[in-house]
């Protein structure tokens, strides 16, 4: 490779569709990987470096199902959808299905990993570092349950282990899409009407409900923002 680039672009796109949003992610990352054919056929002198993004949004009331996820663990039907003023697609991601909605951080890094580290299990971990960091600046001690990715509270001994955080990622020629959904103070109710990630046995929470108030999500995302910054070294540009 000829130039390893750090600087990475964050985008903040506010409330957002998830159609509207995949769309956006799904343009952003084809010109990476376009870019990266291209770079094969031009000798070093001439390659063009790959841009990275660092993108952060809330959507509306959504569920989405991953490549290996199974329909029925959606408990609504179309007309519970409708009540629930809630969209359903399935996506090509990994994992099983899971819910997006309002005072969720949703993170979408679009990364070329060869400008960090070629190993997306690293990768996941990162994501999943820069959440525990961030609830660890609560007072909020989380962590991982080996065979499960996402981040978890009271996951050592297993007992009312609840998920804070889902993940679900993307990756083609080392370009990432997709990413995390950070509970910080979603509406618990739609995760009754999921089994999530395909999880029947442990139950969801979010950062307000641990605390017992109301964090400022700008302040959360900024925490957030800067721990995924010093793990994989940015030069981020605002």
Same mark, same amino acid.
């Given at each position: 490779?000829?130039?390893?680039?750090?600087?990475?672009?964050?985008?903040?796109?506010?409330?957002?569709?998830?159609?509207?949003?995949?769309?956006?992610?799904?343009?952003?990352?084809?010109?990476?990987?376009?870019?990266?054919?291209?770079?094969?056929?031009?000798?070093?002198?001439?390659?063009?470096?790959?841009?990275?993004?660092?993108?952060?949004?809330?959507?509306?009331?959504?569920?989405?199902?991953?490549?290996?996820?199974?329909?029925?663990?959606?408990?609504?039907?179309?007309?519970?959808?409708?009540?629930?003023?809630?969209?359903?697609?399935?996506?090509?991601?990994?994992?099983?299905?899971?819910?997006?909605?309002?005072?969720?951080?949703?993170?979408? /890094?679009?990364?070329?990993? $060869?400008?960090?580290? %070629?190993?997306?299990? =690293?990768? !996941?971990? *990162?994501?999943?570092?820069?959440?525990?960091?961030?609830?660890?600046?609560?007072?909020?001690?989380?962590?991982?349950?080996?065979?499960?990715?996402?981040?978890?509270?009271?996951?050592?001994?297993?007992?009312?282990?609840?998920?804070?955080?889902?993940?679900?990622?993307?990756?083609?020629?080392?370009?990432?899409?997709?990413?995390?959904?950070?509970?910080?103070?979603?509406?618990?109710?739609?995760?009754?009407?999921?089994? /999530?990630?395909?999880?029947? $046995?442990?139950?969801? %929470?979010?950062?307000? =409900?641990? !605390?017992? *108030?109301?964090?400022?999500?700008?302040?959360?995302?900024?925490?957030?923002?800067?721990?995924?910054?010093?793990?994989?070294?940015?030069?981020?540009?605002?």
């Amino acid at each position: 490779m000829a130039v390893q680039n750090k600087k990475t672009k964050f985008i903040h796109l506010g409330l957002m569709d998830y159609q509207e949003a995949w769309d956006y992610q799904e343009a952003v990352f084809k010109r990476s990987v376009d870019q990266k054919i291209a770079n094969r056929k031009l000798p070093e002198s001439e390659q063009k470096v790959v841009d990275n993004y660092l993108i952060f949004c809330q959507h509306p009331h959504v569920f989405t199902l991953g490549k290996s996820g199974k329909p029925e663990h959606l408990l609504l039907d179309e007309d519970g959808l409708d009540e629930k003023e809630a969209t359903y697609y399935k996506i090509n991601r990994g994992g099983d299905i899971t819910y997006h909605g309002p005072g969720q951080i949703v993170g979408y /890094p679009i990364l070329d990993l $060869d400008n960090f580290f %070629t190993d997306i299990h =690293k990768y !996941l971990r *990162y994501l999943e570092e820069a959440i525990i960091l961030t609830l660890k600046d609560y007072g909020v001690t989380g962590g991982r349950i080996p065979g499960l990715t996402g981040v978890w509270i009271d996951h050592e001994d297993e007992v009312n282990t609840r998920k804070i955080c889902a993940l679900g990622v993307k990756s083609s020629r080392w370009v990432t899409m997709h990413g995390f959904a950070f509970n910080v103070h979603a509406d618990l109710n739609y995760f009754g009407y999921i089994v /999530p990630c395909g999880i029947d $046995d442990k139950a969801v %929470t979010s950062l307000d =409900k641990e !605390l017992g *108030y109301k964090p400022d999500m700008a302040e959360v995302e900024q925490r957030l923002k800067g721990h995924l910054v010093d793990l994989f070294e940015m030069e981020l540009e605002e």
